[in-house]
């Protein structure tokens, strides 16, 4: 899926999913719940996403594997802006997976969670900024995980571009292309959120700017066209 190809992805999908229920098997089946259920939200409706990782880090806390239930529930929260939900609804859920994630010392976690609760908490409006993690700890993080530190940028290019800031948005935005094609291997939703606003935010600035840069930025908001458009083929429901 991730090499482009949505509807094989699903397929596999849907394929290992058969198994595990016929093998009756819970030890590799919240791994196999949290990462096909992001290819699943590419041809099935978002909001359908939600049950299955609630379902993924039930079996995944039932057979102890914590970093598939950490990674189920998070999965939800980082879906949970495009789906719609409530933002004070995610403000309630971005501190419950939080304190559940910083319990169990999972910072890589924490700090991916940290960033997008000071994102929900800017969209509201409140002036709130939880430090589950020190200054010094984000760093060091960000220094060695190429996957969160792309989301971190990202996550400030959005709210950045949600308050049209345009300088830091521009400035966000490259920061986190800087590390986008170092993230994870497997396809995520997160990456047809990325690549929306990273279309949006490239016309703007290719609109605004005067200087050599500027076809740059053009070309970058048609690359993300161009990946929006194929994934859309895949599902009208999701990407109309």
């Known amino acids: ?29 919240g791994e196999v719940i949290s990462i096909g259920t992001q290819v699943r939200a590419y041809i099935e409706p978002l909001q359908a996403a939600f049950e299955y990782h ?20 998070v999965l939800i929260c980082s879906s949970s802006l495009s789906a719609g939900v409530n933002l004070q ?5 971005s501190d419950e997976v939080t304190n559940f994630l910083y319990e169990r010392k999972m910072l890589i976690f924490v700090v991916q969670m940290q960033c997008f609760q000071h994102c929900v908490l ?10 589950y993690v020190s200054a010094e700890e984000v760093c060091n993080i960000l220094a060695t995980n190429s ?12 709210v950045s571009f949600m308050f ?40 703007w600035v290719a ?3 005067r200087d050599e840069q500027q076809q740059q930025w053009l070309e970058s908001g048609k690359r ?15 990407f109309e």
């Open 147 to 158: 996957s969160v530190t792309a989301v971190y940028f990202f996550q400030k290019a959005y």
């Open 122 to 131: 800017k969209l509201i409006g409140a002036d709130e900024k939880p430090a």
């Open 1 to 29: 899926a991730k090499l482009g190809d949505i509807s094989e992805g699903y397929r596999y999908v849907k394929l290992a999913r058969s198994l595990i229920d016929r093998v009756g098997s819970t030890e590799s089946a």
């Open 54 to 73: 609630n379902e993924g880090y039930a079996v995944s806390m039932a057979s102890g594997d914590i970093i598939q239930a950490a990674l189920n529930i």
């Open 207 to 209: 609109r605004v700017s």
């Open 164 to 203: 049209r800031l345009y300088d830091d948005s521009k400035h966000y935005t490259e920061k986190s292309l800087d590390f986008i094609d170092n993230t994870w291997a497997n396809l995520l939703v997160a990456h047809s959120f990325h690549a929306f606003y990273f279309g949006l935010i490239s016309f």
């Open 89 to 93: 609804s995610m403000r309630e859920k």
């Open 224 to 238: 993300s066209k161009l990946t929006l458009k194929r994934w859309a083929e895949s599902s009208q429901w999701t």
